[in-house]
Protein backbone atom coordinates (compact mmCIF):
# COMPACT_ATOMS: atom_id res chain seq x y z
CA UNK A 1 0.00 0.00 0.00
CA UNK A 2 2.81 2.51 0.70
CA UNK A 3 4.74 2.14 -1.79
CA UNK A 4 1.70 2.02 -3.87
CA UNK A 5 1.02 5.79 -2.87
CA UNK A 6 4.32 6.85 -2.53
CA UNK A 7 5.41 6.13 -5.91
CA UNK A 8 1.85 7.79 -7.09
CA UNK A 9 2.57 10.66 -5.70
CA UNK A 10 6.15 11.03 -6.61
CA UNK A 11 4.94 10.66 -10.18
CA UNK A 12 2.60 13.63 -9.67
CA UNK A 13 5.20 15.75 -8.09
CA UNK A 14 7.61 14.83 -11.02
CA UNK A 15 4.92 15.80 -13.67
CA UNK A 16 3.52 18.62 -11.82
CA UNK A 17 6.70 20.11 -10.97
CA UNK A 18 9.17 19.22 -13.59
CA UNK A 19 11.72 17.66 -10.55
CA UNK A 20 11.54 14.16 -8.29
CA UNK A 21 11.73 15.08 -4.91
CA UNK A 22 10.46 12.97 -2.24
CA UNK A 23 6.66 12.35 -1.28
CA UNK A 24 7.39 11.35 2.07
CA UNK A 25 3.91 9.71 2.21
CA UNK A 26 2.77 8.21 5.75
CA UNK A 27 -0.56 6.60 7.41
CA UNK A 28 -2.49 9.12 8.98
CA UNK A 29 -2.91 9.69 12.27
CA UNK A 30 -6.49 10.51 12.85
CA UNK A 31 -9.60 8.89 10.22
CA UNK A 32 -10.32 12.84 9.47
CA UNK A 33 -7.58 13.05 7.78
CA UNK A 34 -7.73 10.50 5.25
CA UNK A 35 -5.98 6.95 4.87
CA UNK A 36 -2.54 8.34 3.97
CA UNK A 37 -0.87 11.66 4.31
CA UNK A 38 1.63 13.45 2.21
CA UNK A 39 4.52 15.24 4.11
CA UNK A 40 6.71 16.10 1.32
CA UNK A 41 5.08 19.71 0.01
CA UNK A 42 6.89 21.87 2.61
CA UNK A 43 10.11 20.54 1.81
CA UNK A 44 9.82 20.72 -1.63
CA UNK A 45 8.56 24.07 -1.65
CA UNK A 46 11.51 25.02 0.51
CA UNK A 47 13.83 23.68 -2.28
CA UNK A 48 11.80 25.49 -5.54
CA UNK A 49 11.47 28.52 -3.61
CA UNK A 50 7.63 28.38 -4.20
CA UNK A 51 4.51 28.84 -1.81
CA UNK A 52 3.91 25.12 -0.02
CA UNK A 53 -0.02 25.72 -0.26
CA UNK A 54 0.27 26.67 -4.24
CA UNK A 55 2.51 23.46 -4.92
CA UNK A 56 0.66 20.78 -2.36
CA UNK A 57 -2.78 22.14 -4.50
CA UNK A 58 -1.27 21.58 -8.14
CA UNK A 59 0.13 18.65 -7.29
CA UNK A 60 -3.45 17.13 -5.59
CA UNK A 61 -5.28 17.77 -7.94
CA UNK A 62 -2.74 15.62 -10.36
CA UNK A 63 -3.13 12.67 -7.34
CA UNK A 64 -7.05 12.68 -7.34
CA UNK A 65 -6.66 11.70 -11.58
CA UNK A 66 -5.44 8.40 -10.37
CA UNK A 67 -7.49 5.56 -10.13
CA UNK A 68 -6.31 4.66 -6.67
CA UNK A 69 -7.48 7.92 -5.08
CA UNK A 70 -10.89 8.81 -3.77
CA UNK A 71 -9.53 12.30 -2.80
CA UNK A 72 -6.36 13.98 -2.61
CA UNK A 73 -7.13 17.33 -0.13
CA UNK A 74 -4.83 20.20 0.76
CA UNK A 75 -4.57 20.99 4.52
CA UNK A 76 -2.80 22.73 7.21
CA UNK A 77 0.19 24.42 5.42
CA UNK A 78 0.34 22.05 2.85
CA UNK A 79 -0.28 18.39 3.62
CA UNK A 80 -1.98 16.48 1.12
CA UNK A 81 -4.89 14.01 3.23
CA UNK A 82 -5.22 10.85 0.75
CA UNK A 83 -8.27 8.83 0.88
CA UNK A 84 -7.93 5.62 -1.44
CA UNK A 85 -10.87 4.43 -3.38
CA UNK A 86 -13.11 1.76 -2.73
CA UNK A 87 -12.38 0.19 -5.96
CA UNK A 88 -8.67 0.34 -5.40
CA UNK A 89 -8.43 -1.33 -2.06
CA UNK A 90 -10.94 -4.51 -3.10
CA UNK A 91 -8.98 -4.79 -6.27
CA UNK A 92 -5.92 -5.34 -4.41
CA UNK A 93 -6.82 -7.49 -2.04
CA UNK A 94 -8.39 -9.50 -4.63
CA UNK A 95 -6.01 -10.22 -6.70
CA UNK A 96 -2.76 -9.99 -4.20
CA UNK A 97 -1.42 -12.52 -2.03
CA UNK A 98 -1.63 -11.58 1.54
CA UNK A 99 2.18 -10.97 1.23
CA UNK A 100 5.40 -12.06 -0.61
CA UNK A 101 8.81 -13.04 1.00
CA UNK A 102 11.16 -11.42 -0.80
CA UNK A 103 14.22 -12.49 1.61
CA UNK A 104 15.39 -16.26 -0.34
CA UNK A 105 18.92 -16.93 -0.66
CA UNK A 106 19.70 -14.40 2.54
CA UNK A 107 20.92 -16.19 5.24
CA UNK A 108 20.90 -14.81 8.83
CA UNK A 109 22.44 -15.63 11.82
CA UNK A 110 20.41 -15.09 14.84
CA UNK A 111 21.90 -15.56 18.03
CA UNK A 112 19.37 -16.12 20.87
CA UNK A 113 18.49 -16.84 24.64
CA UNK A 114 22.09 -17.87 25.36
CA UNK A 115 21.53 -18.30 28.77
CA UNK A 116 24.31 -19.96 31.33
CA UNK A 117 23.48 -23.23 32.20
CA UNK A 118 24.76 -22.68 35.94
CA UNK A 119 21.55 -21.78 36.98
CA UNK A 120 17.84 -22.42 35.94
CA UNK A 121 16.12 -20.18 33.50
CA UNK A 122 14.57 -16.79 35.15
CA UNK A 123 13.68 -13.70 34.47
CA UNK A 124 16.20 -12.32 33.09
CA UNK A 125 16.53 -14.87 30.44
CA UNK A 126 12.76 -14.23 29.04
CA UNK A 127 13.66 -11.23 26.57
CA UNK A 128 16.24 -12.15 24.57
CA UNK A 129 14.46 -16.06 24.15
CA UNK A 130 10.80 -14.41 23.01
CA UNK A 131 12.15 -11.47 20.85
CA UNK A 132 14.84 -13.58 19.56
CA UNK A 133 12.36 -16.23 19.17
CA UNK A 134 10.12 -13.75 17.11
CA UNK A 135 12.92 -12.44 15.11
CA UNK A 136 13.78 -16.09 13.83
CA UNK A 137 10.06 -16.28 12.58
CA UNK A 138 9.43 -13.23 11.09
CA UNK A 139 12.53 -13.91 9.06
CA UNK A 140 11.42 -17.08 8.43
CA UNK A 141 8.32 -16.25 7.31
CA UNK A 142 10.04 -13.61 4.58
CA UNK A 143 11.35 -15.99 3.47
CA UNK A 144 15.36 -15.56 4.61
CA UNK A 145 17.63 -18.61 5.63
CA UNK A 146 17.97 -18.26 9.12
CA UNK A 147 20.39 -19.85 11.64
CA UNK A 148 19.79 -20.26 15.20
CA UNK A 149 22.24 -19.92 17.43
CA UNK A 150 22.11 -20.63 21.32
CA UNK A 151 25.07 -19.37 22.64
CA UNK A 152 24.85 -21.10 26.19
CA UNK A 153 27.10 -20.08 28.62
CA UNK A 154 28.42 -23.90 29.27
CA UNK A 155 32.07 -22.74 30.22
CA UNK A 156 34.28 -21.39 32.97
CA UNK A 157 36.02 -21.17 36.05
CA UNK A 158 32.68 -21.08 37.88
CA UNK A 159 31.88 -24.91 37.08
CA UNK A 160 34.61 -25.81 39.33
CA UNK A 161 33.15 -25.05 42.11
CA UNK A 162 29.36 -26.42 41.39
CA UNK A 163 31.44 -29.94 40.65
CA UNK A 164 32.86 -29.79 43.58
CA UNK A 165 29.89 -29.54 45.89
CA UNK A 166 27.84 -31.85 43.68
CA UNK A 167 30.54 -34.39 44.33
CA UNK A 168 29.96 -33.69 48.09
CA UNK A 169 26.47 -34.10 48.03
CA UNK A 170 26.53 -36.86 45.34
CA UNK A 171 29.24 -39.74 44.79
CA UNK A 172 27.89 -40.09 41.45
CA UNK A 173 27.58 -36.17 40.69
CA UNK A 174 24.24 -36.68 40.16
CA UNK A 175 21.42 -33.95 40.67
CA UNK A 176 18.28 -32.73 39.99
CA UNK A 177 17.37 -29.34 37.97
CA UNK A 178 15.00 -27.86 40.77
CA UNK A 179 18.51 -27.82 42.91
CA UNK A 180 20.45 -26.06 40.79
CA UNK A 181 20.14 -22.54 41.92
CA UNK A 182 20.46 -23.87 45.99
CA UNK A 183 23.49 -25.81 44.38
CA UNK A 184 24.83 -22.30 43.28
CA UNK A 185 24.72 -20.29 46.41
CA UNK A 186 26.04 -23.28 48.50
CA UNK A 187 28.94 -23.45 46.39
CA UNK A 188 30.02 -19.69 46.48
CA UNK A 189 29.71 -19.77 50.11
CA UNK A 190 31.52 -22.78 50.51
CA UNK A 191 34.56 -21.28 47.84
CA UNK A 192 34.60 -18.30 49.53
CA UNK A 193 34.53 -19.90 53.05
CA UNK A 194 36.83 -22.81 52.57
CA UNK A 195 40.31 -23.00 51.27
CA UNK A 196 40.49 -27.10 50.82
CA UNK A 197 36.91 -26.35 49.01
CA UNK A 198 38.12 -23.57 47.10
CA UNK A 199 41.47 -25.87 46.13
CA UNK A 200 39.41 -28.70 45.14
CA UNK A 201 37.52 -26.67 42.59
CA UNK A 202 40.32 -25.00 40.99
CA UNK A 203 41.43 -28.77 40.84
CA UNK A 204 38.52 -29.73 39.12
CA UNK A 205 39.12 -26.90 36.42
CA UNK A 206 42.74 -27.89 35.58
CA UNK A 207 41.17 -31.64 35.18
CA UNK A 208 38.56 -30.59 32.85
CA UNK A 209 40.87 -28.63 30.95
CA UNK A 210 43.42 -30.52 30.77
CA UNK A 211 40.59 -33.49 29.69
CA UNK A 212 40.30 -35.66 32.45
CA UNK A 213 37.89 -38.08 31.34
CA UNK A 214 35.67 -38.94 35.13
CA UNK A 215 35.30 -35.10 35.44
CA UNK A 216 34.77 -34.27 31.81
CA UNK A 217 32.02 -36.92 32.14
CA UNK A 218 30.98 -35.05 35.41
CA UNK A 219 30.81 -31.86 33.18
CA UNK A 220 28.67 -33.43 30.55
CA UNK A 221 26.52 -34.77 32.91
CA UNK A 222 25.61 -31.28 34.78
CA UNK A 223 24.95 -29.78 31.23
CA UNK A 224 22.61 -32.56 30.15
CA UNK A 225 20.69 -32.26 33.10
CA UNK A 226 20.91 -28.22 32.75
CA UNK A 227 20.03 -28.29 28.59
CA UNK A 228 17.44 -30.81 29.67
CA UNK A 229 15.67 -28.29 31.69
CA UNK A 230 16.48 -25.52 28.93
CA UNK A 231 14.52 -27.61 26.38
CA UNK A 232 11.41 -28.07 28.74
CA UNK A 233 11.31 -24.24 29.33
CA UNK A 234 11.63 -23.54 25.44
CA UNK A 235 8.81 -26.56 24.84
CA UNK A 236 6.36 -24.53 27.55
CA UNK A 237 7.05 -21.21 26.00
CA UNK A 238 6.79 -22.54 22.28
CA UNK A 239 10.16 -21.41 21.76
CA UNK A 240 11.56 -22.68 18.17
CA UNK A 241 15.47 -23.20 19.68
CA UNK A 242 15.96 -27.28 19.23
CA UNK A 243 19.15 -28.97 20.96
CA UNK A 244 21.22 -29.01 17.33
CA UNK A 245 20.89 -24.60 17.48
CA UNK A 246 22.80 -24.95 20.83
CA UNK A 247 26.59 -24.50 19.95
CA UNK A 248 28.18 -23.18 23.46
CA UNK A 249 31.20 -21.43 25.06
CA UNK A 250 33.09 -25.12 25.35
CA UNK A 251 32.88 -25.34 21.42
CA UNK A 252 35.28 -22.82 20.58
CA UNK A 253 37.44 -23.21 23.86
CA UNK A 254 39.78 -25.40 21.77
CA UNK A 255 40.59 -22.25 19.39
CA UNK A 256 41.25 -19.84 22.07
CA UNK A 257 44.68 -19.90 21.69
CA UNK A 258 44.16 -19.38 17.48
CA UNK A 259 42.36 -15.94 18.31
CA UNK A 260 45.24 -14.76 20.56
CA UNK A 261 48.05 -16.02 17.83
CA UNK A 262 45.97 -14.40 15.11
CA UNK A 263 45.10 -11.23 16.65
CA UNK A 264 49.04 -10.90 17.35
CA UNK A 265 49.83 -11.67 13.92
CA UNK A 266 47.60 -8.75 13.08
CA UNK A 267 49.83 -6.68 15.04
CA UNK A 268 46.47 -5.81 17.29
CA UNK A 269 47.72 -7.18 20.52
CA UNK A 270 49.53 -5.41 23.23
CA UNK A 271 50.23 -6.63 26.50
CA UNK A 272 49.22 -4.29 29.43
CA UNK A 273 50.09 -5.55 32.70
CA UNK A 274 50.54 -8.29 31.75
CA UNK A 275 47.45 -9.04 30.41
CA UNK A 276 46.81 -9.20 26.30
CA UNK A 277 44.48 -6.36 25.25
CA UNK A 278 43.41 -4.87 22.25
CA UNK A 279 42.92 -1.18 21.98
CA UNK A 280 41.13 0.90 19.30
CA UNK A 281 41.22 4.43 19.27
CA UNK A 282 37.82 5.15 18.95
CA UNK A 283 37.09 3.16 22.87
CA UNK A 284 37.89 6.12 25.30
CA UNK A 285 36.90 5.49 28.68
CA UNK A 286 35.55 8.89 31.14
CA UNK A 287 38.89 10.25 31.45
CA UNK A 288 39.67 10.04 27.85
CA UNK A 289 41.79 7.39 27.64
CA UNK A 290 41.61 4.30 25.07
CA UNK A 291 39.62 1.80 26.91
CA UNK A 292 41.44 -1.81 26.81
CA UNK A 293 39.62 -4.98 25.18
CA UNK A 294 41.08 -7.51 27.39
CA UNK A 295 41.98 -11.03 25.71
CA UNK A 296 43.54 -13.05 27.99
CA UNK A 297 44.27 -12.54 31.49
CA UNK A 298 47.79 -12.40 32.92
CA UNK A 299 47.24 -15.78 34.51
CA UNK A 300 46.54 -17.49 31.09
CA UNK A 301 42.68 -17.28 31.33
CA UNK A 302 40.63 -16.17 28.52
CA UNK A 303 36.75 -14.17 28.69
CA UNK A 304 34.15 -13.67 26.93
CA UNK A 305 35.23 -10.91 24.34
CA UNK A 306 37.68 -14.11 23.56
CA UNK A 307 35.13 -16.30 22.44
CA UNK A 308 33.03 -14.45 21.24
CA UNK A 309 35.75 -13.49 18.69
CA UNK A 310 36.49 -16.77 17.94
CA UNK A 311 32.48 -17.46 17.68
CA UNK A 312 32.42 -14.57 15.30
CA UNK A 313 34.87 -16.29 13.23
CA UNK A 314 33.52 -19.90 12.83
CA UNK A 315 30.01 -17.98 12.05
CA UNK A 316 31.39 -16.30 9.46
CA UNK A 317 33.34 -19.08 8.01
CA UNK A 318 30.61 -21.56 8.17
CA UNK A 319 28.13 -19.91 7.03
CA UNK A 320 29.07 -17.17 5.44
CA UNK A 321 25.90 -15.27 6.57
CA UNK A 322 24.49 -11.73 5.12
CA UNK A 323 23.66 -10.62 8.63
CA UNK A 324 24.62 -11.75 12.32
CA UNK A 325 21.93 -10.49 14.62
CA UNK A 326 22.53 -11.15 18.66
CA UNK A 327 19.72 -10.23 20.61
CA UNK A 328 20.89 -9.23 24.38
CA UNK A 329 20.03 -6.49 27.31
CA UNK A 330 21.56 -3.24 27.03
CA UNK A 331 23.93 -3.96 29.64
CA UNK A 332 26.51 -5.51 27.34
CA UNK A 333 26.60 -2.56 24.65
CA UNK A 334 29.87 -2.37 24.85
CA UNK A 335 31.05 -5.60 24.62
CA UNK A 336 29.30 -6.07 21.17
CA UNK A 337 30.77 -2.10 19.99
CA UNK A 338 34.26 -4.00 20.67
CA UNK A 339 33.56 -7.15 19.65
CA UNK A 340 33.02 -6.17 16.26
CA UNK A 341 35.34 -3.21 15.97
CA UNK A 342 38.08 -5.80 16.42
CA UNK A 343 36.38 -8.60 14.58
CA UNK A 344 36.97 -6.58 11.72
CA UNK A 345 40.27 -4.52 12.42
CA UNK A 346 40.96 -8.71 12.61
CA UNK A 347 39.49 -9.09 8.66
CA UNK A 348 37.43 -12.13 11.03
CA UNK A 349 34.44 -11.10 9.12
CA UNK A 350 33.82 -10.30 5.54
CA UNK A 351 33.14 -6.76 4.72
CA UNK A 352 29.93 -7.37 3.45
CA UNK A 353 28.58 -9.30 6.76
CA UNK A 354 26.03 -6.82 8.65
CA UNK A 355 26.72 -6.98 12.35
CA UNK A 356 24.04 -5.93 14.38
CA UNK A 357 23.55 -5.97 18.33
CA UNK A 358 19.88 -5.62 18.93
CA UNK A 359 20.13 -4.29 22.98
CA UNK A 360 16.51 -4.68 25.36
CA UNK A 361 15.85 -2.95 28.53
CA UNK A 362 15.02 -4.49 31.30
CA UNK A 363 11.97 -5.81 33.36
CA UNK A 364 11.02 -3.99 36.01
CA UNK A 365 8.29 -4.94 38.56
CA UNK A 366 5.79 -2.22 39.62
CA UNK A 367 7.98 -1.04 42.61
CA UNK A 368 9.67 0.50 39.51
CA UNK A 369 12.91 -1.83 40.22
CA UNK A 370 13.84 -4.89 38.71
CA UNK A 371 11.41 -7.73 38.07
CA UNK A 372 12.27 -10.07 41.01
CA UNK A 373 11.47 -12.25 43.94
CA UNK A 374 10.68 -10.71 47.35
CA UNK A 375 14.23 -11.12 48.33
CA UNK A 376 15.69 -9.84 45.50
CA UNK A 377 16.75 -13.06 43.45
CA UNK A 378 15.60 -13.70 39.78
CA UNK A 379 12.22 -15.70 39.75
CA UNK A 380 13.00 -19.11 37.78
CA UNK A 381 11.09 -19.02 34.46
CA UNK A 382 9.06 -22.64 36.04
CA UNK A 383 7.78 -20.57 38.75
CA UNK A 384 6.62 -17.60 36.44
CA UNK A 385 5.11 -20.21 34.15
CA UNK A 386 3.12 -21.33 36.81
CA UNK A 387 1.77 -18.38 38.54
CA UNK A 388 0.48 -17.31 34.72
CA UNK A 389 -0.91 -20.49 34.35
CA UNK A 390 -3.14 -19.49 37.43
CA UNK A 391 -3.85 -16.04 36.82
CA UNK A 392 -5.12 -16.91 33.12
CA UNK A 393 -7.22 -19.75 34.57
CA UNK A 394 -9.05 -17.52 36.09
CA UNK A 395 -9.82 -14.93 32.97
CA UNK A 396 -10.74 -18.54 31.47
CA UNK A 397 -13.22 -19.14 33.93
CA UNK A 398 -15.33 -15.88 33.64
CA UNK A 399 -14.85 -15.48 30.00
CA UNK A 400 -15.22 -19.41 28.47
CA UNK A 401 -17.69 -20.59 31.18
CA UNK A 402 -19.50 -23.22 28.32
CA UNK A 403 -15.87 -24.72 28.06
CA UNK A 404 -15.33 -28.22 29.24
CA UNK A 405 -13.21 -28.14 32.65
CA UNK A 406 -10.28 -30.09 30.23
CA UNK A 407 -10.51 -27.47 27.56
CA UNK A 408 -9.83 -24.44 30.18
CA UNK A 409 -7.01 -25.70 31.35
CA UNK A 410 -5.30 -26.34 28.25
CA UNK A 411 -6.93 -22.22 27.16
CA UNK A 412 -5.80 -21.08 30.52
CA UNK A 413 -2.23 -22.37 30.07
CA UNK A 414 -1.78 -21.22 26.47
CA UNK A 415 -3.64 -17.82 26.92
CA UNK A 416 -0.64 -17.20 30.16
CA UNK A 417 2.02 -18.00 27.74
CA UNK A 418 0.80 -15.98 24.88
CA UNK A 419 0.20 -13.29 27.13
CA UNK A 420 3.74 -13.29 29.26
CA UNK A 421 5.05 -13.29 25.59
CA UNK A 422 3.29 -10.78 23.99
CA UNK A 423 3.35 -8.24 26.77
CA UNK A 424 6.85 -8.19 26.00
CA UNK A 425 6.78 -7.88 22.40
CA UNK A 426 4.78 -5.20 22.28
CA UNK A 427 7.03 -2.81 23.81
CA UNK A 428 9.53 -1.09 21.76
CA UNK A 429 12.35 -3.46 23.17
CA UNK A 430 15.11 -0.75 23.73
CA UNK A 431 12.81 0.37 26.55
CA UNK A 432 12.05 -1.21 30.24
CA UNK A 433 8.57 -2.06 30.80
CA UNK A 434 6.76 -3.09 33.63
CA UNK A 435 5.68 -6.68 34.26
CA UNK A 436 1.82 -6.44 35.30
CA UNK A 437 -0.36 -9.52 35.18
CA UNK A 438 -3.63 -7.20 35.16
CA UNK A 439 -2.66 -4.97 32.25
CA UNK A 440 -1.21 -8.56 30.11
CA UNK A 441 -4.67 -10.63 31.07
CA UNK A 442 -6.52 -8.12 30.26
CA UNK A 443 -9.48 -8.03 27.43
CA UNK A 444 -9.49 -5.33 26.40
CA UNK A 445 -6.16 -2.90 24.76
CA UNK A 446 -2.96 -4.18 22.61
CA UNK A 447 -3.10 -7.43 24.37
CA UNK A 448 -3.05 -11.23 23.78
CA UNK A 449 -6.51 -11.51 25.36
CA UNK A 450 -8.05 -9.23 23.06
CA UNK A 451 -6.39 -10.71 20.17
CA UNK A 452 -7.11 -14.19 20.73
CA UNK A 453 -10.77 -13.59 21.54
CA UNK A 454 -11.56 -11.35 18.60
CA UNK A 455 -9.89 -14.36 16.63
CA UNK A 456 -11.87 -16.73 18.22
CA UNK A 457 -14.95 -14.49 18.12
CA UNK A 458 -13.75 -14.50 13.65
CA UNK A 459 -13.62 -18.66 13.62
CA UNK A 460 -17.02 -18.77 15.21
CA UNK A 461 -18.89 -16.81 12.58
CA UNK A 462 -16.85 -19.91 10.23
CA UNK A 463 -18.56 -22.54 12.55
CA UNK A 464 -21.78 -21.23 12.97
CA UNK A 465 -22.19 -20.61 9.26
CA UNK A 466 -20.76 -24.17 8.97
CA UNK A 467 -18.08 -23.02 6.43
CA UNK A 468 -15.08 -24.32 5.13
CA UNK A 469 -12.76 -21.24 4.82
CA UNK A 470 -10.50 -22.96 2.03
CA UNK A 471 -13.76 -23.15 0.10
CA UNK A 472 -14.73 -19.14 -0.42
CA UNK A 473 -13.54 -17.98 -3.37
CA UNK A 474 -15.74 -14.86 -3.56
CA UNK A 475 -13.97 -11.49 -4.44
CA UNK A 476 -14.03 -9.13 -1.45
CA UNK A 477 -16.33 -6.13 -1.96
CA UNK A 478 -15.60 -2.66 -0.45
CA UNK A 479 -18.63 -0.40 0.59
CA UNK A 480 -18.92 0.39 3.54
CA UNK A 481 -16.66 2.57 5.75
CA UNK A 482 -15.68 -0.40 7.85
CA UNK A 483 -15.03 -2.33 5.04
CA UNK A 484 -12.69 0.22 4.08
CA UNK A 485 -10.97 0.66 6.87
CA UNK A 486 -10.33 -3.09 7.46
CA UNK A 487 -9.18 -3.80 3.70
CA UNK A 488 -6.68 -1.07 4.29
CA UNK A 489 -5.30 -2.29 7.12
CA UNK A 490 -4.78 -5.64 5.57
CA UNK A 491 -2.49 -4.48 2.86
CA UNK A 492 -0.61 -3.02 5.86
CA UNK A 493 0.76 -6.57 6.68
CA UNK A 494 3.72 -6.21 3.81
CA UNK A 495 5.12 -3.02 4.61
CA UNK A 496 4.82 -4.08 8.47
CA UNK A 497 6.56 -6.82 7.77
CA UNK A 498 9.42 -5.23 6.29
CA UNK A 499 9.39 -2.65 9.10
CA UNK A 500 9.95 -5.25 11.75
CA UNK A 501 12.79 -7.33 9.47
CA UNK A 502 14.45 -3.90 9.16
CA UNK A 503 14.65 -2.70 12.53
CA UNK A 504 14.49 -5.81 14.20
CA UNK A 505 11.65 -4.79 16.55
CA UNK A 506 7.88 -7.08 16.59
CA UNK A 507 6.22 -4.67 18.20
CA UNK A 508 5.49 -3.07 15.16
CA UNK A 509 3.60 -6.02 14.17
CA UNK A 510 1.61 -6.40 17.33
CA UNK A 511 0.63 -2.72 16.43
CA UNK A 512 -0.48 -3.59 13.90
CA UNK A 513 -2.68 -6.69 14.54
CA UNK A 514 -4.26 -4.95 17.36
CA UNK A 515 -4.88 -2.09 14.72
CA UNK A 516 -6.06 -4.77 12.46
CA UNK A 517 -7.99 -6.29 15.44
CA UNK A 518 -10.32 -3.23 16.50
CA UNK A 519 -10.92 -2.74 12.81
CA UNK A 520 -12.49 -6.14 12.44
CA UNK A 521 -14.53 -5.28 15.42
CA UNK A 522 -15.78 -2.56 14.20
CA UNK A 523 -17.01 -4.38 11.25
CA UNK A 524 -18.15 -7.17 12.88
CA UNK A 525 -20.35 -4.97 15.09
CA UNK A 526 -21.80 -2.83 12.19
CA UNK A 527 -21.96 -5.16 9.11
CA UNK A 528 -24.05 -8.33 9.45
CA UNK A 529 -22.19 -11.04 7.72
CA UNK A 530 -24.02 -14.23 7.98
CA UNK A 531 -27.69 -12.98 7.70
CA UNK A 532 -26.45 -10.38 5.10
CA UNK A 533 -28.14 -11.41 1.12
CA UNK A 534 -25.88 -13.91 -0.75
CA UNK A 535 -24.06 -11.75 -2.47
CA UNK A 536 -22.96 -9.55 0.40
CA UNK A 537 -22.45 -12.82 2.62
CA UNK A 538 -20.25 -13.94 0.49
CA UNK A 539 -17.96 -11.11 -0.15
CA UNK A 540 -17.60 -11.02 3.48
CA UNK A 541 -17.19 -13.94 4.55
CA UNK A 542 -14.30 -13.74 2.12
CA UNK A 543 -13.15 -10.81 4.02
CA UNK A 544 -12.91 -12.40 7.26
CA UNK A 545 -11.00 -15.37 5.77
CA UNK A 546 -8.46 -12.82 4.43
CA UNK A 547 -8.39 -11.43 8.11
CA UNK A 548 -7.52 -15.08 9.81
CA UNK A 549 -5.15 -15.84 7.88
CA UNK A 550 -3.34 -12.55 8.09
CA UNK A 551 -3.83 -12.66 11.60
CA UNK A 552 -2.42 -16.27 11.76
CA UNK A 553 0.27 -15.41 9.77
CA UNK A 554 1.37 -12.52 12.74
CA UNK A 555 0.82 -14.98 15.62
CA UNK A 556 3.00 -17.24 13.69
CA UNK A 557 5.56 -14.74 13.20
CA UNK A 558 5.32 -13.74 17.01
CA UNK A 559 4.86 -17.12 18.22
CA UNK A 560 1.93 -16.75 19.54
CA UNK A 561 -0.63 -19.65 19.21
CA UNK A 562 -3.87 -18.87 18.72
CA UNK A 563 -6.92 -21.01 19.50
CA UNK A 564 -10.13 -21.58 17.25
CA UNK A 565 -11.95 -21.94 19.97
CA UNK A 566 -11.88 -20.06 23.49
N1 LIG B 1 25.40 -16.04 28.01
C1 LIG B 1 25.29 -14.61 27.90
C2 LIG B 1 24.52 -14.07 29.09
O1 LIG B 1 23.77 -14.80 29.72
C3 LIG B 1 24.64 -14.15 26.64
C4 LIG B 1 25.36 -14.55 25.39
C5 LIG B 1 24.97 -13.73 24.22
N2 LIG B 1 25.64 -14.14 23.03
C6 LIG B 1 26.94 -13.94 22.75
N3 LIG B 1 27.43 -14.42 21.65
N4 LIG B 1 27.70 -13.24 23.57
O2 LIG B 1 24.62 -12.90 29.38
Sequence with gaps: MLKNLTDTVETAIESKLGTSLPGIVVPSTRPEFGDYQVNGMMGAAKTLKQNPRVLATSVAEEISNHESIAQAEVAG??????????EFLAQSVNTRPNFTPWGEGVKIVIDYSSPNLAKQLHVGHLRSTVIGDAMV???????YHVIRQNHVGDWGTGFGKLLAYIQEIDQTGSFQVDQLDEINVRATERFNSDSAFADRARQIVT??????????????????VSQDHMQEIYGALGVTLKPEHTRGESAYNDDLPNVISDLEDTGLLTISDGAKCVFLDQFKGKDGETLPMLVQKSDGGYLYH??????????QSSYQPDRILYFTDARQNLHFEMLFAVARAASFVNETTQLEHHAFGKILGKNGRPFSTRDGSNIPLVQLLSEGERRARAVVDEKSADLPDQQREIVGRLLSVNSIKYADLSKNRVNDYVFDWDSMLALDGNTAPYLLYAYARLNSIFARGGIDRGDLDSSVQVTE??????VMRLLRFQETLELVIKEAKPHFLCNYLYELTVHFMR???SCPILKAEQQVRDSRLSLCAKVAETLENGFECLGITPLQRM
Excluded at 77 to 86: A, E, H, K, W, Y
Excluded at 207 to 224: H, I, P, S, Y
Excluded at 481 to 486: A, I, N, R, V
Design 207 to 224: QLQGNDVATQEQWRNFMK
Design 137 to 143: RSFEMAG
Design 77 to 86: PGFINLTVSD
Design 306 to 315: TTDLATLRYR
Design 481 to 486: PQEHDL
Design 523 to 525: FYE
